[in-house]
């Protein structure tokens, strides 16, 4: 993003009128590097586990999807990037969160106040709750770009415009003055995206941000987001629980299931070829586009509660391929080839990468 609060020529249509998601942007450079993040809960029913040894790296204009069932610990572990896990009950108890060369689960408050919502930003999954309904646009907008960038006056003003064309707002030197009630779905969308997207972050976090949406609004958003990474350079964690999105949106994918990432890699290597058993169930009940269905998952039994979870393989209650083994020791990543890895003993017989298993509990795979 430009700091200068210049405004581009924008055509209002333009990100409406073509399906294709727009090339990938990657770049070679690491803007966060995620190692072995822990985040627990204490619970009266024991340590919820939510995130456990979650590790992944993102690049510059590259998006990372994160993908799992209700529960999994995507939202956790966005949370958990942000310094933002509700404590109590929740603690990071574990891990390394670099982010721009800097490990910012050792610095202080004062300073993660500058980098969250900065540096770092996220977008939340419903646009209506992320939006005070008492203030109006300009406000919601000039509050996140005054705290980040110290700017008033007139140029204060030029970039909320500036925000809001950046996410294709029609007129936005008028419907700054909107209130949220007056926006519809997905203006309110794009008003977030633009307090998401102000402060010129390196990463955007964007936990379900389609969830209330229909499709073609979805669409349409899903797209701006990709051409605003592509003039920013930036870095984007895309959580959903949509396998179907993830093809569209993402470079590379984790999957998640219970606290960990099972299976990883290009996307096109985990929609062509995947390796672990979750990550086949989920694409296979992946909706085709001729039927309209909101059931997104197929998958038998339900996910496990994430305290006391059994040892060995968490996905052993559901899974047909189960083993002995697999109910006696946490299966380590196997390398598929490519940057596709997964962790599963079917894959057994395969390289085993045998760095990233921690001794106790068992990680999933770093992306
Ligand atoms: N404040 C909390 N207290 C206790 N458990 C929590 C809390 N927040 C989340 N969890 C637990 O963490 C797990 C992961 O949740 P979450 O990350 O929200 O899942 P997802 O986003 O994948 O649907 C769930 O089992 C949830 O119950
Ligand atoms: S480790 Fe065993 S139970 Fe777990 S996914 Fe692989 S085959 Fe299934
Ligand atoms: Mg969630």
Redesign the pocket.
């Known amino acids: 993003m430009a700091e200068e609060a210049t405004q581009p020529d924008v055509d209002e249509t333009s990100t409406v009128a073509t399906d294709d998601f727009g090339a990938s942007a990657i770049q070679d450079e690491i803007i966060l590097e995620v190692d072995d993040l822990r985040t627990y ?1 204490a ?1 009266r029913w024991g340590t ?1 586990k ?2 456990d040894g979650v590790s992944f790296i993102l690049r510059k204009g590259e998006t990372l999807g994160i993908v ?10 966005s ?1 958990s990037l942000m310094r933002l896990v ?1 404590s109590p ?2 603690h990071i108890v574990g891990g390394r969160v670099v982010l721009n060369g800097r490990d910012i689960l050792q610095i202080s408050e004062g300073e993660m106040t500058k980098v969250r919502g900065g540096e770092i930003s996220m977008i939340l999954q419903d646009p209506m709750s992320a939006l005070n309904p008492v203030f109006d646009v300009q406000d919601q907008v000039g509050e996140a770009i005054r705290i980040h960038q110290k700017v008033k006056g007139k140029t204060l003003i030029d970039k909320i415009v500036y925000a809001l064309r950046q996410v294709r707002i029609p007129a936005p030197e008028i419907r700054m003055k909107d209130y949220p009630h007056q926006l519809s779905g997905g203006m309110r969308q794009r008003v977030v995206g633009a307090i998401g997207i102000s402060s010129n972050p390196s990463v955007l976090i964007a ?1 379900e941000p389609t969830t209330s949406l229909d499709v073609t609004i979805q669409a349409a958003y899903l797209r701006l987001l990709r051409e605003i990474q592509a003039e920013a350079g930036l870095g984007i964690i895309f ?1 959903t ?1 949509d396998f179907g999105i993830v093809a569209k949106m993402c470079d590379r994918v984790g999957v ?1 299931y219970a ?1 960990r990432m099972v299976e990883t890699g290009d996307v096109r290597d985990i929609f062509n070829h995947p390796q672990h058993p979750y990550t086949q169930a989920l694409i296979a009940s992946v909706p085709k586009l001729e039927e309209k269905t909101e059931r997104l998952f197929s998958i038998e039994g339900q996910p496990p ?2 305290y006391n979870l059994p040892q060995g393989c968490a996905f052993a209650p559901r899974c047909p391929y189960v083993m002995d083994i697999c109910r006696e020791e946490f299966p380590p990543e196997f390398d598929q080839g490519g940057n596709q890895r997964a962790a599963c003993w079917k894959l057994d017989g395969g390289k085993r990468l045998e760095e990233a298993v921690p001794e106790a509990t068992g990680a999933g795979a770093g992306v």
């Not at 799992?68 to 572990?77: A, I, L, Q, R």
């Open positions: 809960f619970t919820v939510a995130v799992g069932e209700s529960g999994s610990g995507k939202s956790v572990t949370l509700q009950p929740g936990d959580i629980h998640m606290g509660a994430l």
